[in-house]
């Protein structure tokens, strides 16, 4: 196989234009990368500027969300950011779980068998399912019959996240060598004990910091909520019942407000998500870093 | 084997004891539990076809083939053809690959040839930051600051052009901030993450023998690039770029806020337009009966086409996996 | 002013809170759900005395958007005075909030314009709808043309560029309403609705009232505006739309165009003065109003000297027969409210309260809201 484009070898030092050449392509990707960083500055610069300004306890805390046309200063978005947090959180609770078992079947039950690939095949084609059909598939098999609620926004996330914690699941789990569970077999372990005292614990790190990125992921998922929770003012921690706000659907409905008021407060709140988005991140990470005991 | 000799994990209890013929409860139970789970994503994979496709009957039989894709969308008088939209969606997706393509496959390449080790994880980690900003505040940045700046840039542009062939039906008058053109611009920041993550594993994964062949015989470390990465990896590339196509199809909130919501079908890429997503997140919550119907159409449609370029892209990328495993 | 308004949030965040909590606890759901079932619209537990003791309990609505800044604070304002009921106004249009109301999913809808009579049919049978005026507003000519302030407009014109007649700011027409301007040659770019709007019917409306066989694109809440036209969802997408482009113009309802710090034009009306989108406007457009016997009327294109002819309303349509005391007497108290302390938050809104007459006429027929229980 020819690894030369087609050029006669010459194997004296490059000739200028060869060296040119190079020295373009580099100049090229590191302005490429440089490009890259420009709106990243640009959007956390704005929204750390902006949003800064409007942060205070009474903001995060504060209730209701007050009309678009209230300045800054007058009520908060309290509602909006318990509404993410027990709207994610019980979305984690309910596609951690199940996507590290469905990781599991993949991975130690499959085995060779077709079903194995194909849900693992199927379970990267679902990564790609836009969000916003997500939000109407929720809407059509349970909003239609049991009305708007954070639970149904619970559901949405969480079929976002399945597919991402299985991936990153069974990529850990595929890590945990073989030996350890020969090892437990031969002890006479069942195949559930196996995986529950034995493999997972060893890829847990990895789980976690994926399960981590899926949850940061869906903190900020905006398309399904605006669909099935109904963006209110008030606080409502009841999930299962009546309509609910979050932290995403209420800065889109901020960002088309012309009001001044409305805008800081949209501010405000991109910067509280961006914060428990790269929180999240963040102890990924660390998590990664720590407690991963095998890696590539 | 060492690992069984030494003091292993916790030895269960009554440890050499057979196990007895049938499986124990508990043991049954979890595997039908994992079974269950994984087939989860199926159940729901289908479930979504079938009801989406359920609520849209009404529009489908109402429409028929003529009407889904005639460019007249009305929902005062009932007619509701998804042209516009179908080419809202194509666009700015185009535009956000040919914009982030080229970037990313830079990046991508930077962080594999070109950077020592040690400074290829700071970089990793700042692409990614673009990933964690959420995609509503990417809208939010573009509707209130990027919008209004580039608006007086794209007018300046449609005069310069005015007059010149196939510029001026591209980039001339009509211009709004709001318009094809900034939705991609977006778009592609937001897709670089995943396409140069993906076209990273791929190129990572050409063998070290064929760039250290190339450069024993004297090639510039762009030249061993053309030569011995990109033969490797051009496949696996290209399915990046299909997940990439496929994430800028599927996305929502940004270019709800800055493609500018005209549903209108033009070549001028500073023009305002609609993508699928953008209209069904902006008009859902006040639609009902066959607009309603129709909007969820829509849904199932944007459904089967990022389903398709996924399959696509997944196709591309299995082949050269397995490309590479026959060469390594 | 500010430390009454966090203090009073406080206050009213505190009580919904309880009132939530105590919602949530009790057992029936409420029915801010969109069940297709039809499903019942009785909220509280019923050991609330239902007169103008303290009321508890949920309303939902939703509808007309230009309703949205007033229903907000006035939701607000509200908790004070009924610190036990929870209000939520949805928006969504006022074609969807008529639909919410055939469908028995919401206790009222605002909407811009009466029930089509095409609709008349989706009314369920032994129901009538009562129409409550709650709000007065001017709609904006919005522009955005640099150099440019105090732009004339009459009808005639504004059919024409709307149409798609008038392409130029330096058009004749335009230049003969105004002679002192200095109009640039720069072409003329339409901001329009994509979505269903009231501001779109009644802006319509007004032009096939006023300028008669200039404007032949009829009146409803979508038109079919010239390819050139930059459509934008909602209001203030519109007025963003508008803000953004350099020789734009739209229409847009005048609170939302002084907040984006658009300027408007001056309308000519039937009296042939130039006047002004202002509160005053519209208030002085609506005294020359006579209501029909249902509380429906236009307040497009009205006579008299100060009159802004732009100008349009908002209902809130209720069911006269409710199904339980304690709903009935929440909307009265709710509505009432509206109709009177809430009128006072009006002007800060940009919008004009209701002339006294249409107002004590509205306030009576709250008698007519009743219930089976």
Known sequence: MSVVSDQTVDLREPTNWRRTKNRIATVVMWVAFVATLVPLILVLYTVVSKGVSAISWQFLSGSPIPPNIMPLGIGGMGPAVVGTLIITGFAALISIPLGVLGAVYINEYGGKGWLAKFIAFMADVMTGVPSIVMGLFIFTIWV????????????????????????????????????????????????????????????????????????????????????????????????????????????????????????????????????????????????????????? | MSAVTKAGPATPAGSARPLSKSRPLGDRAFALLALVAGLLVLVILVLIVVSTAQQSTSWFSTAGWSGIFSTVWNPATNQFGAMAFLYGTVIVSLIAIIISVPVSVSIALLLTEVVPRRWAQPIVYVVDLLAVVPSVVWGLWGIIIFVPWVAPIYASIASGVHGIPVLDSLFGSPTAGASFFTAGLILAVMITPIITSLSREVIATVPQTDKEGAYALGATRWEMIRGAVWPHSQGG??????????????????????????????????????????????QFPEASGEFRAALIGLGLLLFVITILVNLTARGFVERSARRMRGTS | MQLRGSKQAAVAGGAVAAAIALAACSSSTTSSTSAPAGGATTSAPAATTSSAAALSGTLNASGSTFQTNFQQAAISAFKTVQPGMTVNYGGGGSGAGRSALYANTVQFAGSDSPIPAAD????????????????????????????????????????????????????????????????????????????????????????????????????????????????????????????ATPGSIGYVDFSTATASGLSSASIKNSAGSFVAPSPAGATAAASHVTPAADLTFSTVDEPGADSYPITYQSWDLVYAEQPNANTAAMLKAYIGYLLGDGQKLLTQLDLAPLPASIDSAAVAQLDKITSAS
Request: hydrophobic residues 50%.
């Open chain 1, 144 to 296: 239609l019959h049991f009305g708007y609620s954070g639970l149904a926004g619970s559901f949405a996330l969480a079929c976002l996240m399945l597919p991402i914690v299985i991936r990153s699941t069974y990529e850990m789990l595929l890590l945990v060598p073989n030996h350890l569970r020969e090892a437990s077999y031969a002890l006479g372990a069942t195949k559930s004990r196996v995986t529950l005292t034995v493999v997972l614990p060893a890829a847990v790190g990895g789980i976690v910091s994926g399960a981590l990125l899926a949850v940061a992921r869906a903190a900020g998922e905006t398309a399904p909520l605006v669909l099935v929770i109904l963006t209110v003012e008030a606080t409502n921690t009841n999930l299962f019942s009546g309509a609910n706000t979050a932290l995403s659907t209420q800065i889109f409905v901020n960002a088309q407000s012309p009001y001044v008021g409305a805008e800081a407060r949209a501010w405000g709140a991109a910067l509280t998500l961006i914060v428990i988005s790269f929180l999240l991140m963040i102890i990924a990470r660390v998590v990664t870093a720590r407690f991963t005991k095998y890696t590539r």
């Open chain 3, 120 to 243: 008349k049919s989706k009314v369920p049978a032994g129901k009538t709808v009562l129409y409550f005026p709650v709000q007065i507003g001017p709609i904006s000519v919005a522009y955005n043309l640099s150099g440019v302030t105090g732009l004339k407009l009459d009808a005639t014109t504004i059919a024409k560029i709307f149409s798609g007649k008038i392409t130029t700011w330096n058009d004749p027409a335009i230049k003969a309403l105004n002679s002192g301007a200095n109009l640039p040659s720069t072409p003329i770019t339409l901001a329009v609705r994509s979505d269903s709007s009231g501001t779109t019917q009644n802006f319509s409306k007004y032009l096939q009232a006023a300028a008669a066989s200039a404007w032949t694109l009829g009146s409803a809440s979508t038109i079919d505006w010239p390819k050139t036209a930059h459509a934008a969802n909602g209001g203030s997408g519109l007025a963003q739309a508008v803000k």
């Open chain 2, 237 to 282: 590339v290209v399915g990046a770029i299909l997940v990439g196509l496929g994430r800028a199809m599927g996305e929502t909130i940004a270019v709800a806020l800055v493609a500018g919501s005209s549903a209108e079908v033009t070549s001028h890429l500073f023009a305002p337009g609609y993508p699928i997503a953008g209209v069904i997140v902006n």
